[in-house]
């Protein structure tokens, strides 16, 4: 199982859609879990960070499922400029502080 | 908005040469690091650095890799012979809470090793 895993996509939504992804982690022992988005060819810019009660600012929800090992995000009324590959990041691990990147989910806003 | 910086956006280099990246971090920040991301593919950790240290590295940050702090403000990533492989855009990070928590990227630097 890898690490860090996402449904690579893409997610094609029109405008005002809502749109959930999940990611799933393979190490029980992370602490601690953030949403990245990513344009092309662009740095990963830190959309939030997940707390295990969740978290939501704005449009965006993020959720932390220990139990089973995945966290999510939720962004309600898509506009276009959200558009982007969203990168579930996870870290530390064990006694690491290594943070894992997975592949990235990519969403298509259209009008 | 404080941001990271980095130098150059693109580096052409022919294989077996030695390549210095640099980066400026958020100025208040303590914590660095450098990651790597081969065209399609995930970015990967690299090494982390922390008092003028190495905190932590990667199975792939080896011997031909190093980092400095020359100064208070840059931070390098030497690569001392590069291989056809090393090309990747290469970002520098930043973070002020310890590691593993927020994580403030620079744009990166394209490296392209003929």
Known sequence: RKEVEQDPGPFNVPEGATVAFNCTYSNSASQSFFWYRQDCRKEPKLLMSVYSSGNEDGRFTAQLNRASQYISLLIRDSKLSDSATYLCVVGPRGGSYIPTFGRGTSLIVHP | ?114
């Open chain 2, 1 to 114: 908005e404080p941001e990271v910086t980095q130098t150059p956006s693109h580096q052409v280099t022919q294989m077996g040469q030695e390549v210095i990246l640099r980066c400026v971090p958020i100025s208040n920040h303590l914590y660095f690091y450098w990651y790597r991301q081969i065209l399609g593919q995930k970015v990967e950790f690299l090494v982390s650095f922390y008092n003028n240290e190495i905190s932590e590295k990667s199975e792939i940050f080896d011997d031909q890799f190093s980092v400095e702090r020359p100064d208070g403000s840059n931070f390098t990533l030497k690569i001392r012979s590069t291989k056809l492989e090393d090309s990747a855009m290469y970002f520098c990070a930043s973070s002020n809470t310890g590691q593993g928590y927020e994580q403030y990227f620079g744009p990166g630097t394209r490296l392209t090793v003929t």
